[in-house]
């Protein structure tokens, strides 16, 4: 499956790292992930800009392609980011 959006692969990434179990296992990390303030604000802050498809698709090619720096610092370093790497840091590997 491909994700279009870097941080929600993070965060299923994230989820699926912690359980070794049954993908149903993980449902109650999502959503409890998904539904924290850092998240859902930025979460509406990216549906706020009302990119097509196509320009999703644009930045996504450039953050694969290593030529989106800016977006990967900006992505990597805002409050949803550091919040879910906190998570992962919590979480036994």
Same mark, same amino acid.
């Given at each position: 499956m491909k994700v279009p959006f870097p941080p929600l692969a993070s965060?299923? +990434?994230l989820a699926a790292g912690a359980h070794a179990g049954k993908p149903d296992d993980v449902v !109650?990390?999502?959503t409890s992930i998904a539904?924290? !303030?850092a998240v859902l604000k930025a979460v /509406? +802050? @990216?549906n706020d800009r009302r990119q097509t498809l196509d320009q999703i698709e644009a930045i996504? &090619? @450039?953050?694969m392609g290593g030529g989106a720096a800016? &977006?990967?610092k900006e992505t990597m370093e805002n409050a949803a980011a550091r919040q879910l +790497? &906190?998570?992962q840091q919590s /979480? !036994?590997?």
């Open positions: 965060l299923l +990434a !109650p990390d999502i539904a924290s !303030p /509406k +802050a @990216q996504d &090619k @450039q953050w800016d &977006k990967v +790497a &906190k998570i /979480k !036994p590997t």
